[in-house]
């Protein structure tokens, strides 16, 4: 907890008036982000995982600085990167990077992949004629991309081909930091380990540090270090992956890890679900967020909040797991 | 006698480009109250396959084969005929509840209409009340919920009134389409739960499509995985899970996490419904494939369980140990 990391978050809340949004009353305010703290290492990949709706998209924003947010602290590599997108300096905007879940509407479909993936090279003013199409080739082959789609357009490639381009853009820039929203949500099963294979070696062979936000929590488990759980708006759970995946201590993380579908017909398990759909942004219930649907509610869990704190005795290789539960904190035998 | 038997269903749509060939084949058989889970990715012809049994394939698909539903045979009935029997005896469910229901009408409304369309014939006591339908589905609330309009509820909820809807017809066969792709996990794990409940209930037979393999295996008793428009294997869902023969159904299962090491993708990319090339549609990504696959297709093999591959991994020894999945 107390490591310093390459992006630091204290505080951060993320807010929509409502003018325009249907059903909720003008002149409230929806907080989609209430007071979230997140940290990365450097060459770390941290999952966020949560139900649409829960802010993890908004989350990721405010870090690019789009949208209206504010934040105690946001830090990368120890700078301040408070400033929104249109007042951060040039070289801050290269140094994070986003690839986002439909790689069709993120690519200009009357461009070549070539001229893509140079493109911001040419923006940020950093390499001009030869030597910019040589980074953007080098970029493609950091994908596994051969030279024959230099030349094609969006529409001749395959999704796992789009996708890998929308990332040899984002790498032309040599990021240190690369924000992934649902990259392969998009993509077919058989195509989608590409993408998930590519970042995982990213990782590796150069320190990429990479937020994974996705619903899959299958692949979450395969392929991140660490997972930060979130809850309308707020981090309900966060630990180092496997030891949080075995025992998952909020009640939230436990629903989430039961539902996930078994992979093969053998692993079928009868299970108390989760009830209720999670309420709308616009009105959250007092207190842990979570309590209109918890099994353990208690009449604490009604009015305070509880904060997100370290379990004793769960820290895993110096990772510490963490929980926002007033029951999992007391350190009750939770059922699982 | 089953209660779909597919014959050699094809379907191919007319385009600018020439003829789409989009179903190119399929035998399957379905039996009463059985689940049957139809795995495929995008462009393998599960959709179209299903919309052609209910003649919901459009103007521009054309049709051939049989697909007989209790002795009558869907393709050959005329659309006045088969129009009696959606809704009553075969209803469909889609992705996404949101872009089904009426947004200016209220979920009670919606409800009514379908028990006056699709049950109208039956007597006061047999008609089912749009509050037991409700309940059925486990709607809390139903008064409430009758009240409500489709913006007022949330994907779950309005998946929910659907499959309601679908109901009131007391169907032989409900057809899901990706019931559950737009829904949050936890919530696919409740309507997962609703479907194999009503189905185990009332004895009514379920095909689930779907593009996920945990999907297929948290409720189906039996899978067919479609590629390139054909099946390419099919059986008891456990004993395909635990020895896939199909390099495609091994390639699927490698490319999902399972414990065990890096992710394998398939190489190449799925085959276009324009192309008419001889062989295994599947040849061109195949590692086991040899100069006849893409000579012939291949024919298919088994029993209860078959396949259609010249080149079948029947050695149960390099599938994913049971051990390592468990994990999971």
């Known amino acids: 907890m107390t490591e310093v990391g390459l992006l630091e978050l204290r505080g951060l809340r993320c807010r929509f008036a409502s003018r325009g949004i249907p059903l909720i009353a003008p002149g409230t305010t929806v907080h989609a982000v209430d007071g979230v703290d997140l940290t990365l290492a450097p060459g770390e990949i941290l999952g966020l995982v949560g139900e649409s709706g829960c802010g993890k998209s908004t989350l990721a924003k405010a870090l690019m600085g789009l949208g209206d947010y504010q934040a105690e602290t946001m830090r990368f590599a120890g700078q301040d990167i408070r400033a929104p997108l249109d007042r951060r300096p040039r070289d801050l905007l290269r140094r994070i990077q986003y690839v986002f879940q439909d790689p069709l509407d993120a690519l200009d479909p009357r461009r070549s992949v070539l001229y893509q993936v140079a493109e911001p090279l040419l923006i940020h003013g950093l390499a001009s004629g030869a030597e910019r199409e040589a980074r953007a080739r080098a970029a493609l082959r950091d994908v596994n991309l051969g030279a024959d789609i230099e030349v094609k357009f969006p529409h001749q490639l395959s999704g796992g081909q789009r996708q890998r381009v929308v990332i040899a853009r984002a790498l032309v820039l040599a990021p240190e930091v690369l924000i992934c929203d649902e990259p392969v949500s998009a993509l077919d099963v058989s195509i989608q380990a590409q993408v998930v294979n590519l970042l995982r070696d990213l990782r590796d062979r150069r320190g990429l540090t990479i937020l994974f936000i996705s619903h899959d929590l299958g692949l979450v488990r395969h392929l991140c270090d660490r997972v930060a759980v979130m809850y309308l708006g707020r981090i309900c759970e966060t630990g180092p992956i496997e030891p949080l995946f075995e025992r998952p201590r909020h009640p939230y993380t436990q629903a989430l890890v039961a539902a996930i579908p078994p992979p093969h017909p053998r692993l079928r398990k009868p299970l108390k679900r989760l009830i209720g759909e999670p309420p709308r942004p616009g009105s959250p219930p007092p207190g842990c967020r979570f309590h209109p649907r918890c099994p353990l509610c208690e009449a604490a869990c009604r009015t305070e909040p509880p904060a997100l704190l370290p379990i004793v005795g769960a820290q895993h290789d110096g990772a510490q797991q963490s929980v926002a539960c007033h029951v999992a904190r007391r350190g009750e035998a939770l059922p699982c | ?328």
């Open chain 2, 1 to 328: 006698m089953p209660l779909l038997d597919i014959q050699d269903l094809r379907v191919s749509f007319d385009t600018a480009a020439g003829p789409a060939q989009a179903v190119r084949g399929v035998d399957l058989t379905l039996a009463r109250g059985e689940i049957l889970g139809v795995v495929g990715e995008s462009g393998s012809g599960k959709s179209a396959l299903f919309l052609a049994v209910l003649g919901l394939a459009g103007a521009r698909a054309r049709v051939s084969g049989q697909a007989f539903f209790d002795g009558a045979d869907l393709i050959d009935l005329s659309d006045r005929a088969l129009s009696r029997l959606r809704g009553r005896r075969l209803s469909m469910v889609f992705q996404d509840p949101a872009s089904s229901l009426n947004p200016v009408r209220s979920i009670g409304h919606q409800l009514k209409e379908a028990i006056r369309l699709n049950a109208g014939g039956l007597s006061h006591g047999e008609r089912p009340t749009p509050e037991a339908l409700l309940a059925e589905v486990g709607l809390s609330d139903p008064q409430r919920q009758l009240r409500a309009y489709p913006h007022e509820l949330s994907g779950g909820q309005n998946q929910r009134a659907m499959i309601a809807m679908m109901l009131a017809g007391n169907p032989d066969l409900l057809i899901a389409d990706e019931p559950t792709t737009a829904l949050d996990v936890t919530v696919q794990a409740q309507i997962l739960d609703l479907l194999q409940d009503i189905s185990r209930a009332r004895g009514m037979s379920v095909v689930l499509i779907s593009h996920d393999l945990g999907v297929v295996a948290q409720i189906c008793d039996r899978i067919a995985v479609m590629y390139g428009g054909m099946i390419v294997e099919s059986g008891p869902v456990e004993q395909v899970f635990d020895a896939p023969a199909h390099p495609y159904m091994r390639g699927l299962m490698a490319a999902r996490p399972n414990g065990a090491g890096r992710l394998q993708p398939i190489g190449g990319t799925v085959p276009s419904p324009f192309d008419s090339a001889p062989g295994c549609a599947f040849a061109p990504r195949c590692a086991r494939r040899s100069a006849r696959c893409s000579r012939e297709v291949p024919p298919a093999v088994g029993g209860q369980r078959w396949w259609r591959c010249f080149h079948p991994a029947l050695d149960a020894a390099d599938a994913k140990p049971l051990e390592e999945a468990a994990r999971l």
